[in-house]
């Protein structure tokens, strides 16, 4: 894997893939969620995040709240921060009916949780989060910058802004969430982005930094006339 300067964490919900990201690329941290856990097949959240602590070795883990309602969110936060103190209780901006989630948020701040504030799109979210970081406390802002991306927006210009804003933040490192491709990594580092999330799919795809364009070329025209010979497919 290539050196960055910018801390790459991995982002799944299997504890397999945790290990491999740890074993096979130099990854500074772990995240997951619900959506992630769901297609994992995860059914027992608490055995999964023991399995999962012990899997990253005391690297950062990302954890997601389940409940809509703010104070069990409260509840399950701090259920969650006591689990280790490499844990970031994640705290989606808003819940499902847009209600801001800044009151939970910085009062799991002022009792030293230690926050991965997500599900954020816009600078605004962004300003309203370092407002009520409390002194002396470690918290991650996740930017969907990927999901900005989706939309036909490019993610750069409020990235920009964003970083602006979390430098005069001790209390917070920003985070580029929903990476798509190796170029996001290259993308957020040459910014100031703290930390990008990278799924494994992405990861082995480092394998082809700095190869030449017109070797890859080649690569390609090999892979093509492979599968045309498996397939057995003939236009004459």
Request: net charge negative; hydrophobic share 45%; charged share 20%.
């Amino acid at each position: 894997m290539s050196k960055f300067k910018i801390a790459v964490y991995a982002d799944g919900a299997s504890v397999d893939g945790m290990l491999e990201a740890r074993d096979k690329w130099d990854v500074a941290g772990f995240t997951t969620n619900p959506s992630l856990m769901k297609k994992a097949g995860i059914t027992d959240y608490v055995q999964f995040a023991k399995d999962a602590l012990a899997a990253v070795n005391g690297l950062p883990l990302s954890f997601e709240v389940f409940s809509d309602d703010f104070e069990v969110m409260e509840e399950e936060a701090k259920k969650l921060a006591k689990l280790g103190d490499n844990v970031f209780v994640k705290i989606p901006i808003t819940n499902s009916k847009g209600e801001s989630s800044i009151p939970l948020i910085e009062k799991l701040s002022k009792s030293g949780v230690q926050i991965n504030i997500t599900a954020i799109l816009t600078i605004e979210q962004v300003a309203s989060v370092v407002k009520v970081l409390q002194q002396g406390t470690h918290n991650i802002i996740s930017v969907f910058a990927g999901r900005i991306a989706d939309t036909g927006i490019d993610p750069i210009p409020l990235m920009k802004q964003a970083v602006a804003l979390t430098t005069q933040t001790p209390e917070a490192e920003l985070l580029w969430a929903s990476c798509r491709e190796v170029l996001n990594i290259f993308q957020a580092q040459e910014i100031g982005v703290d930390i990008i999330t990278v799924t494994n799919a992405v990861l082995k795809k480092l394998s082809m930094v700095g190869k030449d364009p017109k070797q890859l070329s080649l690569e390609t025209v090999q892979g093509f006339h492979n599968d045309v010979e498996a397939l057995g497919f003939s236009i004459l």
